[in-house]
């Protein structure tokens, strides 16, 4: 499995940069990051359908993106928590933020 997602995590909060963990050619095998990335399907990095109804729940000011290469797919995404159906993507992908924070 080749992957090379660069995954950026912001808190939302003060003037602090996002903090930013960038996987270079790297197997499943070599670290928690890439264990987390090669675990991630393609519906976890697709954005929510625009006719879904989702509860509206706020989840907090966070923020994150997944950009780069995964499984051969070019990945750019993009994850907030202002609505459940965002809360639920965000759980998703949250192992591999996990190794951003």
């Known amino acids: 499995m080749r992957s090379s997602p660069c995954a950026s995590y912001s808190d939302g909060r003060g003037p602090d940069s996002a903090r930013a963990l960038e996987l270079d050619g790297a197997t499943v095998a070599q670290s928690a990051a890439c264990k987390a990335a090669g675990r991630l399907k393609a519906a976890d990095l697709a954005p929510t359908p ?3 109804a989702c509860t509206q729940l706020y989840g907090g000011p966070e923020t994150a993106s997944i950009h780069g290469v995964l499984d051969g797919r070019r990945v750019d995404a993009s994850f907030k928590r202002t609505d ?6 965000w759980k998703a992908i949250e192992p591999l933020l996990d190794e951003v924070r």
């Open 50 to 52: 625009s006719n879904r």
């Open 84 to 89: 459940g159906c965002e809360i639920a993507r």
